[in-house]
C-alpha cells in the first residue's frame, strides 16, 4: 500500500465538494483575474513550485514581479538527480496525488505518459516475505486498513497517531506498517503527527483519489516548461534575510547587505525557515502569524537513492516495507521508467530519519541490513554499487521535507498564516495550503493562486 492506498481506504470519507476555479484549469489564458486593483511592484522570496507559480500569473498579469531565491536552483522542494541511474530522478516531489487539481490540470498540459502498470507492493512480517496480493487479504492488513479508515472520523481528544494506534490496541508488530502509511507519509513519525489535523484533512481533501506518476518526465522538467515565462525573473543565490514593511515601500534586503524596493511581497519559505526565524521581519509579524507558524510541524526527512548491480526485486514491484530503520522503499525504475531498474529509493522522516541522519557513515549499512532481512542472506549488500543521499533537512533555506499537523494544534493555522499583513506582506507554499492539501505540490500551487488574488484585488 502506498499513498494512494492510503488515500483511497481514508480520503473523501466526507465527500469533500471538489471546487477548481475554471481560471486554473487552463495555463494558457492571460491574466486569469478579471479585476485587476493593484499596478505595484511584487518582491516573491523562494523560487519553488508557489514562487514559480506566483510569478507566472503575476507576468500574465502584466504586474512586474521579482523572485528571490536563497539557492542556486529553481524548484525547492522539486529537484531531479541526473545521471546516477538510466533515467532522471526525482529526489522530491515524484507523485501527483488526486487527479482533481491544478497540479494534475497542469501536468496533463505537458502530456507525459504516466506510469499504467500494475505495481504490487512486497511486505515483510514477522520474518516472512508477502506479496502485496498475500499481505493486503491478511486480517492483520484488514486491522489496519480498519483503524486508518476511521481516521476521517475521529473527533476525541488531540492525541499522537501513535497514541491513537495504541488505543486501537493495534498489535506492536503492525505498528511500522501503520508508521509508514500514516506517519511517514504525512512527513513526519507517527509520534509527533496530531489525530484532530490528521483527521481535518483527511475529511476537508478535495483533490481526489488516484495518485499517478509519470513514466517519461521528472517533475522539475515539467514545472519548469509549465512556469517558462517566470524564469527570467527569478534571481538566484539571494536569500533574503530582512524584511522592513514599516514605510510606504517593502524593503528587502538580502545576505551581503542588498536591498530591494517593492509594493508588496509574497514570502514562499518553508514553515521550518519561518520558525527557525531565518527571515527578520520589521515590524515583527502579527502574533496570529506567529502563532500559526509554531502550530504548524516540519522536520527531519530523506530520499535516499540506492543503486544495485541488478535488481533483486520482481518486475512491476511498487513499494516495500520492512520493519527496521527506513519505513518504505520502492523500486524507483519500475513501471517502464527504466530499462536497468536497478535503483531503490528508501525515504524516511521524523525520529527514524533523525536517528539514520545521524550518522551517514553506519547509514548505508543499516539500511543493507533491513534490505538483507527481507531479502535473504546477503542479496541486498552483496549487489550494492553506489548512493545518493538527498538530506532535505540539510538544505538551509527549506530544512524538512514537508508540514504536518502537531497534537494540539488545528489546519486552521494554515488559513492564519496566509491572512496578509497590512496589505504588504502575504504568505503562501504548501504549509499555508487549505483542504487538507498541505504537503503537496498542488497545495504550493493553490496557495499562490490565493495570495495572488487577494494581492491583485487589494487596491
Ligand atoms: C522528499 C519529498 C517528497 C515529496 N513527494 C511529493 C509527492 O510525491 N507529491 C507531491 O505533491 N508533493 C510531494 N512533496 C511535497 C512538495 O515537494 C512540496 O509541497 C512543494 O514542492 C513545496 O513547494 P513550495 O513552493 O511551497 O516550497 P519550496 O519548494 O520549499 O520553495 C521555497 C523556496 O524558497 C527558497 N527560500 C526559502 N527562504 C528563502 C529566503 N529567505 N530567501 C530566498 N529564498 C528562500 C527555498 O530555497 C526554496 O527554493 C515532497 C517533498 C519532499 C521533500
Redesign the pocket.
Known amino acids: 500500500m502506498n499513498?494512494k492506498a492510503f488515500l483511497k481506504k481514508s480520503a473523501l470519507a466526507a465527500g469533500g465538494v471538489y471546487f477548481l476555479p475554471q481560471f486554473l484549469l487552463s495555463c494558457k489564458k492571460e491574466s486569469p483575474f478579471e479585476d485587476l486593483k493593484f499596478n505595484g511592484t511584487v518582491g516573491i522570496?523562494?523560487?519553488?513550485?508557489?514562487?514559480?507559480y506566483a510569478a507566472y500569473l503575476l507576468r500574465k498579469s502584466g504586474i512586474p514581479v521579482e523572485v528571490?531565491?536563497?539557492?542556486d536552483?529553481?524548484?525547492?522542494?522539486?529537484r531531479t538527480l541526473e545521471g546516477f541511474a538510466d533515467f532522471p530522478i526525482?529526489?522530491?516531489?515524484?507523485?501527483?496525488?488526486g487527479e482533481r487539481s491544478l497540479?494534475y490540470d497542469a501536468v496533463r498540459e505537458a502530456a507525459p505518459e504516466f506510469i499504467t502498470a500494475d505495481l504490487e507492493d512486497i511486505y515483510y512480517f514477522n520474518g516472512v516475505k508477502y506479496t502485496g496480493n498475500e499481505f493486503e487479504n491478511s486480517p492483520e492488513y484488514a486491522q489496519i486498513s480498519s483503524i486508518i479508515d476511521a481516521i476521517a472520523e475521529y473527533n476525541g481528544s488531540d492525541i499522537s497517531a501513535l497514541a491513537y494506534a495504541n488505543v486501537q490496541q493495534l498489535p506492536e508488530n503492525l505498528i511500522p506498517f501503520f508508521n509508514a502509511w500514516v506517519g511517514n507519509e504525512n512527513g513526519t513519525d507517527i509520534s509527533r503527527i496530531g489525530m484532530a489535523g490528521l483527521a481535518q484533512a483527511e475529511r476537508e481533501w478535495t483533490a481526489g483519489e488516484e495518485n499517478l506518476m509519470m513514466r517519461n518526465r521528472d517533475t522539475l522538467s515539467v514545472l519548469l516548461e509549465l512556469f517558462a515565462i517566470a524564469i527570467p525573473s527569478v534571481k538566484l543565490n539571494?536569500?533574503?534575510?530582512n524584511i522592513n514593511y514599516e514605510g510606504g515601500k517593502v524593503v528587502l534586503t538580502?545576505n551581503e547587505g542588498n536591498t530591494f524596493m517593492k509594493d508588496r511581497v509574497i514570502v514562499?519559505?518553508?514553515v521550518k525557515?519561518l520558525f527557525d526565524q531565518?527571515?527578520e521581519f520589521v515590524p515583527s509579524l502579527p502574533s496570529l502569524h506567529l502563532q500559526a507558524i509554531s502550530n504548524i510541524g516540519m522536520g527531519a526527512?530523506?530520499?535516499l537513492i540506492l543503486k544495485f548491480e541488478e535488481p533483486f526485486w520482481p518486475a512491476n514491484t511498487g513499494s516495500i516495507y520492512i520493519p527496521g530503520p527506513v519505513p518504505e522503499f520502492w523500486a524507483t525504475g519500475d513501471g517502464g521508467r527504466s530499462a536497468a531498474n536497478n535503483v531503490l529509493t528508501a525515504?524516511g522522516h521524523g525520529s527514524y530519519a533523525e536517528a539514520l541522519l545521524q550518522s551517514p557513515s553506519t547509514m548505508i549499512e543499516a539500511i543493507l541490513d533491513q534490505l538483507d532481512d527481507c531479502f535473504g542472506g546477503i542479496t541486498a549488500s552483496s549487489r550494492y554499487v553506489d548512493h545518493y543521499l538527498?538530506n532535505?533537512t540539510a538544505?538551509p533555506?527549506?530544512r524538512g521535507?514537508?508540514s504536518y499537523p502537531i497534537p494540539g494544534t488545528s489546519n486552521d493555522a494554515r488559513a492564519l498564516l496566509s491572512e496578509p499583513v497590512k496589505d504588504k506582506i502575504y504568505f503562501?507554499?504548501?504549509?499555508c495550503a487549505r483542504n487538507g492539501h498541505?504537503?503537496?505540490?498542488?497545495?504550493?500551487l493553490e496557495?499562490?493562486f490565493f495570495a495572488i488574488q487577494q494581492l491583485v484585488q487589494t487596491p
Open positions: 499513498r522570496v523562494g523560487a519553488g513550485a508557489a514562487g514559480l528571490f531565491e536563497a539557492s536552483k529553481i524548484g525547492g522542494r522539486i526525482d529526489l522530491g516531489a515524484e507523485e501527483i496525488h497540479w539571494t536569500p533574503i534575510t538580502d514562499t519559505s518553508s525557515v531565518l527571515i526527512g530523506f530520499k525515504f538527498m532535505w538544505q533555506y527549506i521535507t514537508y503562501a507554499g504548501e504549509a498541505h504537503g503537496t505540490v498542488h497545495g504550493a496557495s499562490a
